[in-house]
């Protein structure tokens, strides 16, 4: 079993829609959740950061982490073409300093 | 500069040379990370330094791997007899605060092993 489970997509959403972006993980002790898009041929950036149970929202997206179901997810509002990416779940674990396990990415593609 | 600079950014190589790839954290940021990813691949999580000194080296994949980090400042990894499947790309990342885990990327060092 991976750490950190995403579906790798592609998913598919036509434009104005909302994408929802789903990321298991396996470690019980990890604290914080972290959401990294990603361009083609560029390095992550960090979109979204969540370090405890319920919802987290900025702008159009929303985190939401349930640690008892060890699920974290990603909604994007009003999809646009621009949020076309490969978004990354990222999972930290209490005193890891600062070190991450990524899933595999899920490529999204919205369309005009 | 404002962001992790990472040199070079595209690397070729034959098999069994060695590599020397180099980065530069963004100012004051005291945390500084080494990541490899493949394809289609999420970020691999190689080492990790506080400082000067490697605080967790658990990610590197083999002793054909080193890296330092002599002042606390730059790093460069290094590649011993590389191989082909040592090709990906290498990715540095540095933090102002390693206990939040948020990383800032550079662009990445795209090694190739012919």
């Known amino acids: 079993q991976k750490e950190v489970e995403q579906n790798s997509g592609p998913l598919s959403v036509p434009e104005g829609a909302i994408a929802s972006l789903n990321c298991t993980y396996s470690d019980r002790v990890s604290q914080s959740f972290f959401w990294y898009r990603q361009y083609s041929g560029k390095s992550p950036e960090l979109i979204m950061s969540?370090?405890?149970?319920g919802d987290k929202e900025d702008g159009r997206f929303t985190a939401q982490l349930n640690k008892a179901s060890q699920y974290v997810s990603l909604l994007i509002r009003d999809s646009q073409p621009s949020d076309s990416a490969t978004y990354l779940c990222?999972?930290?674990?209490?005193?890891?300093?600062?070190?991450?396990?990524f899933g595999q990415g899920t490529e999204l593609s919205v369309k005009p | 500069g404002a962001g992790v600079s990472q040199t070079p950014s595209n690397k070729v190589t034959e098999k069994g040379k060695y590599v020397e790839l180099r980065c530069d954290p963004i100012?004051?940021?005291?945390?500084l990370y080494w990541y490899r990813q493949s394809l289609g691949q999420g970020p691999e999580f190689l080492i990790y330094?506080?400082?000067?000194?490697?605080?967790?080296d658990s990610g590197l994949p083999n002793d054909r791997f080193f890296a330092v980090r002599p002042e606390g400042s730059v790093s460069t990894l290094k590649i011993q007899r590389t191989e082909r499947g040592d090709s990906a790309v290498y990715l540095c990342?540095?933090?102002?605060?390693?206990?939040?885990?948020?990383?800032?990327f550079g662009e990445g060092s795209r090694l190739t092993v012919l």
């Open positions: 990342a540095s933090s102002p605060n390693p206990v939040t885990g948020e990383l800032f």
């Open positions: 330094f506080q400082g000067t000194g490697a605080a967790d």
């Open positions: 990222a999972v930290g674990g209490n005193n890891q300093g600062g070190k991450l396990i």
């Open positions: 100012s004051g940021h005291t945390a």
């Open positions: 969540i370090y405890s149970n």
